[in-house]
T-cell receptor, first 119, second 114 residues
Framework: EAGVTQFPSHSVIEKGQTVTLRCDPI?????LYWYRRVMGKEIKFLLH????????ESGMPNNRFLAERTGGTYSTLKVQPAELEDSGVYFC?????????????????FGPGTRLTVL | DAKTTQPNSMESNEEEPVHLPCNHS???????IHWYRQLPSQGPEYVIH???SNVNNRMASLAIAEDRKSSTLILHRATLRDAAVYYC???????????????FGKGTKLSVIP
């Protein structure tokens, strides 16, 4: 079974440009998460989709970030316009319905990440 | 989620057991203890989780203190491939209709010496 995939693996853009990151979750996983690690910091949650709906977007840093998940399959995270502080590694994760098993036990499966460099 | 405390780094010789500690003195009765690890240049991966009893799986063992204020991830025979950052994360079983996000701390960077 294919794992979580992310595209591109690396992206280098100029400040002010737009970048779109893509995540393909594991087939059948309704839950999709975005996280990121900026330089020297801890991995931080950005948002959580359940199918095509945003369940929690409390971690989104500002309105330059737009996440979508049309049709409840793959997701995109657009940064427009990109700023220097957006540089980092963006991870996507997916999971089955957390309530299928005992609450608090669901496993999240992560992709390899997209390394974004804003110059 | 409650806060966890882990050593910044640890070293182990290859093929020896490794005990990675985690303190979570403010853990609530409904918090599960999860461990994830992040290998170099990869995304985090699930290792193990538990609530009260010790747990074993093919990757590791999890020993949970009786008062649940601390836990230890045990790698029985460290290999070079186990060199990673290990994260101890608490997750509330009553997340309910809210988010199920993982809250990562700094973790423990494990180095394995050949």
């Amino acid at each position: 079974e294919a794992g979580v995939t992310q595209f591109p693996s690396h992206s280098v853009i100029e400040k002010g440009q737009t970048v779109t990151l893509r995540c393909d979750p594991i087939s059948g996983h309704d839950n999709l998460y975005w996280y990121r690690r900026v330089m020297g910091k801890e991995i931080k949650f950005l948002l959580h989709f359940v199918k095509e709906s945003k369940q929690d977007e409390s971690g989104m840093p500002n309105n330059r970030f737009l996440a979508e998940r049309t049709g409840g399959t793959y997701s995109t995270l657009k940064v427009q316009p990109a700023e220097l502080e957006d540089s980092g590694v963006y991870f996507c994760a997916s999971s089955q319905d957390p309530l299928l098993g005992p609450p608090g036990t669901d496993t999240q499966y992560f992709g390899p990440g997209t390394r974004l460099t804003v110059l | 989620d409650a806060k966890t405390t882990q050593p910044n780094s640890m070293e182990s010789n290859e093929e020896e057991p490794v005990h990675l500690p985690c303190n979570h003195s403010t853990i609530s009765g409904t918090d599960y203890i999860h461990w994830y690890r992040q290998l170099p240049s990869q995304g985090p991966e699930y290792v193990i989780h538990g609530l009260t009893s010790n747990v074993n799986n093919r990757m590791a063992s999890l020993a949970i203190a009786e008062d649940r204020k601390s836990s230890t991830l045990i790698l029985h025979r460290a290999t070079l491939r186990d060199a990673a950052v290990y994260y101890c994360i608490l997750r509330d079983r009553y997340s309910g209709a809210g988010s199920y996000q993982l809250t990562f701390g700094k973790g423990t960077k494990l180095s394995v010496i050949p």
